[in-house]
């Protein structure tokens, strides 16, 4: 196998894009565990990301207003989805199951056409 230097410089670090999910997904997922004031670790769990993903995406969400961040009685932090967050993930989702319809349609026309060429 051949490895370039640039290829091992940058191994262990991962940007939350390399993953298999997309950040439109972590996004949502993010968002829609914080249907309820959440802390940081109650998200980085549900997400399933690790915290310094959680805390970079959640500090991005809070900056483009989809989040609001309050202080529980204990001092943490915790999280909650703004209405304009509730609007993108609803958005979101909408797409996805239109996505996912389009996708069945394709695939029963590839199975029409295979079937028909036999």
Known sequence: MIVSASSTSNQGKRSIGDSTRGRMQIIADI???CTLYRKTSYIMEKANLNLEDT???????FCRGLIQIGVSSQGYLIYKVTEKGRDILEYYYYMMQEFLEYHKLMA????EDYVDSY
Do not use: A, H, K, P
């Open 31 to 33: 968002l829609s565990q």
């Open 108 to 111: 029963g026309q590839i199975r």
């Open 55 to 61: 805390e970079s995406c959640l500090c991005n969400l």
